[in-house]
């Protein structure tokens, strides 16, 4: 069945960077986009930006340009997403998850990976 | 920027019909999408396109979408149906997700 299995959890130091791995198995991990979303302790649901496996291309949230990036190595399905300048606004999980829809770019989210959490703090 | 608006909480006893609103600006001009997260656990798509089921998602889902007001509705509604609920859609290349709707089902 369809995976996204994600890298282990993290503390990181304000102004560092982090970079989160998400492995994919079950499908043709090229075919597909690969969307990250954060989730703040107890809030919702932020869209970091995608990423598109074959071709390399991303977009990435307003909120997150300029010091975000998202990365692929094909030849071991595997996605990652670097987060830069970190500040303590940026604690929370990051999830992958693969993006499917109608071939426009707006992608509908299924399966997710187990979620990353990542910490900011001096 | 555009904004999704759910209702923060929505009772419901076993067995009953939940309906979860999510209201956005022409949202019924876009496609919306429904995700379950039960608390410790990654988020999982229940809707999409408005009112498609994924593959093992339960046929007391269901959704629909026009005007403003996207709803998901939830019939014979479980205890396992707890959940946070986000709504979804795209707006200017940007996902956009809700504040989410905290589903008790007492």
């Known amino acids: 069945q369809m995976q996204l299995v994600q890298s282990g959890a993290e503390v990181k130091k304000p102004g560092a960077s982090v970079k989160v791995s998400c492995k994919a198995s079950g499908y043709t991990f090229s075919s597909f986009d690969i969307n990250w979303v954060r989730q703040a302790t107890g809030q919702g649901l932020e869209w970091v930006g995608w990423m598109n496996p074959h071709s390399g291309s991303a977009d990435y949230a307003k909120n997150f340009q300029g010091r975000v990036s998202m990365t692929r190595n094909t030849s071991i399905s595997t996605a990652y997403m670097e987060l830069r300048n970190l500040r303590s606004e940026d604690t929370g999980v990051y999830y992958c998850?693969?993006?499917f829809g109608l071939g426009n770019g707006e992608d509908w989210f299924d399966p997710w990976g187990q979620g990353t959490l990542v910490t900011v703090s001096s | 920027s555009y904004e999704l608006t759910q209702p923060p909480s929505v009772s419901v006893s076993p067995g009953q019909t939940a309906r979860i609103t999510c209201s956005g600006d022409?949202?019924?001009?876009?496609?919306s999408s429904w995700y379950q997260q039960k608390p410790g656990q990654s988020p999982a798509l229940v809707i999409y396109e408005d009112d498609k089921r994924p593959s093992g998602i339960p046929e007391r889902f269901s959704g629909s979408n026009s005007g403003s007001t996207a709803t998901l509705t939830i019939s014979g509604t479980q205890a396992m149906d707890e959940a946070d609920y986000y709504c979804?859609?795209?707006?200017?290349?940007?996902?956009?997700f809700g504040g989410g709707t905290k589903l008790t089902v007492l």
């Open positions: 979804q859609a795209w707006d200017s290349s940007t996902a956009v």
């Open positions: 998850a693969r993006g």
């Open positions: 022409r949202l019924g001009d876009k496609y």
